[in-house]
């Protein structure tokens, strides 16, 4: 059982981090590239799609990896896993305090209702969810090594 919960845990928290590696590697690049106010519309809907499923998959994240420490807090790795666990808590703080409050803004807007420093706005969420994707990749990195 400890090890179905293992690899389930590494496949959640990695699906996590390839979508917001798509978000700044991809979607972003391909949203800031589209002519016009296109652009400030896909964020926002982005910001509504995204906004509603990410905060389950960080949860649910965190809830699995502190079951596997519990669960497994004798086996090898289980350093690594609390180690994880506290940083995937890192992540959820920081979207609470940084990230949500921009983007909850930011998926109401439209070319009509935006602020005038919109941009600098989605620059700040971006600088943000750069360190919150280096904290989540390191808690995907940690699972990975103590499965070894």
Do not use: C
Not at 18 to 37: Q, T, Y
Not at 39 to 49: E, F, I, N, P, S
Not at 50 to 63: C, D, E, K, R, T
């Amino acid at each position: 059982m400890l090890d179905t919960l293992e690899v389930v845990t590494t496949v959640v928290v990695g699906l996590m981090v390839g979508v917001e590696f798509s978000v700044i590697f991809i979607m972003n690049r391909i949203l800031d590239a589209l002519p016009e106010d296109s652009g400030q519309l896909g964020h926002a809907h982005g910001g509504r799609m995204l906004g509603a499923l990410m905060p389950f998959w960080y949860v649910g994240s965190l809830v699995l990896s502190a079951i596997w420490a519990v669960a497994g807090w004798h086996h090898h790795g289980s350093g690594l896993v609390v180690t994880a666990a506290g940083l995937l808590i890192v992540s959820v703080v920081m979207s609470v305090l940084l990230l949500v409050p921009i983007n909850n803004r930011n998926k109401t807007w439209t070319p009509e209702n935006r602020p005038a420093d919109w941009k600098e706005q989605l620059h700040r969420w971006n600088r943000y969810h750069y360190v919150r994707v280096a904290v989540i990749v390191a808690a995907f990195t940690l699972l990975v090594a103590a499965l070894a």
